[in-house]
Each structure stands twice: as C-alpha cells, then as structure tokens.
C-alpha cells in the first residue's frame, strides 16, 4: 500500500498568517491527490484535487502544488473558518490512503 | 442540490452485523463511483470501500475484505455497506461519498456520517 505522510501534525499560526502543509507518497502517485478540510462534528470538504486544481466555491487562498511525490497545501492568508483539520489522500491506487491528518490551531 | 444521507448505524455486539444506508439526491447516481469512509473517534480518516457506477467493480481495505460488502441499487438512488463479524476496532462514523467523476477520483460530495459501535 501507498503510505502517506503528512506533516506537521499540528499547526499554530495567526490569522493573516501564510500556511503550508505538506504531504509525502512512498511512491509516485503522479497527480492523484486531493486535500480535505474538516471542521470538529462535520463531514470533510474537498479542497483541492489532482494536487493542484481548485475545488469549486473554494476561495482561492488556497493551493496545491506538486514535486515528485512531496505535495503541499498553502493558504496565503488564513482566515478565522480555516482553523480545522486537514488531510490529503492519494488516490493513484487502491487503497485510497489518507494521511494522518494536520490540525491548524489558532496561536 | 446534491445531498448524501446515511443511515443506519448504531450499537451492535463483537460478531454481529449491521448494514448502512447512504441515499442519493440531485445526481444521476448511476453515473457516479461511490465510496465508503470511516472514521474513528479522535482518529484520521480510513478507506473502507469503493463501488463503481454500474456496482459490476468494488474493492476493499485489506481491514475489511471477506466482512463488508458494499453494493447499490440505482433503482433507488442508495448505496448499502453490510458489515458482518463486526470488531471493537471498527467503532467509528462511517461516511458514504461520492467520486467527482469518470476521470477524477477524488470526494467531492460527502453525507452527514452515521456513527457505529461495536461493544458488549
């Protein structure tokens, strides 16, 4: 199975402040990969899929870049709905891995 | 609007058996592959089963292969996941989903969840 490992696993910052979250494949995935943000009791949202496009209705402070199986999550400006729980997952192959999870608290 | 609802889950003994709804609106539910997610309490999220348009393709997590089986039937837009020999280990809201499209695999659409737990 694909590993996926995400970091950190928790993230202090201001609002305002520039966020970038990383995730990494423990093999080539290609594109195959999407961000979920998921907020306390509620199902996760999709963000951004095949690593670098814009989920409709997502504002665009958020991003998604590739370089060979390390990706990453940036929101330019964080604003006080961004604080929340992110995932990335890949889904070149079966099983649909998910990493661990990375919990953007307020500093 | 498109809107996932699951429905379902509940407490059941170590052994027993329990079968999850999910009930589709808004979309030609043949059309779409859909999946099965689970998520343990304080946990990350967890794979359990995907299914494809026409339920002819499923596959499983290695946790749950030979005890769940997904299926759907497109005459009434629900997607189904029988869990049988349920485990303590599998206590966790599952959630049904449903792929973006043919040529993208990603979540776009998630229901509510419905919470299992396996206890005695």
């Keep these: 199975d694909i590993q996926m490992t995400q970091s950190p696993s928790t993230l202090s910052a201001s609002v305002g402040d520039r966020v970038t979250i990383t995730c990494r494949a ?34 665009s402070r958020f991003s998604g870049s590739a370089s060979g199986t390390e990706f990453t999550l940036t929101i ?12 990335c997952q890949q889904y070149n192959s079966y099983s649909r891995t998910f990493g661990q999870g990375t919990k953007v608290e307020i500093k | 609007e498109v809107q996932l609802l699951e429905s379902g889950g509940g407490l059941v003994q170590p052994g027993g058996s329990l079968r999850l709804s999910c009930a589709a609106s808004g979309f030609t539910f043949s059309n ?12 990350g999220l967890d794979w359990v089963s995907d299914i494809s348009g026409s339920g002819g393709t499923t596959y499983y997590a290695d946790s749950v292969k030979g005890r769940f089986t997904i299926s759907r039937d497109n005459s009434k837009n629900t997607l189904y996941l029988q869990m049988n020999s349920l485990r303590a280990e599998d206590t966790a809201v599952y959630y049904c989903a449903k792929r973006r499209n043919w040529n993208d695999d990603a979540f776009d659409i998630w229901g509510q969840g419905t919470m299992v737990t396996v206890s005695s």
Excluded: C, H, N
């Design chain 2, 32 to 43: 779409y592959a859909m999946t099965w997610v689970r998520q343990a309490p304080g946990k």
């Design chain 1, 26 to 59: 423990s093999q080539t995935i290609s594109s195959w990969l999407a961000w979920y943000q998921q907020k306390p009791g509620k199902a996760p949202k999709l963000l951004i899929y095949k690593a670098s496009s814009l989920e409709s209705g997502v504002p």
């Design chain 1, 76 to 87: 330019s400006s964080l604003q006080p709905d961004d604080f929340a729980t992110y995932y």
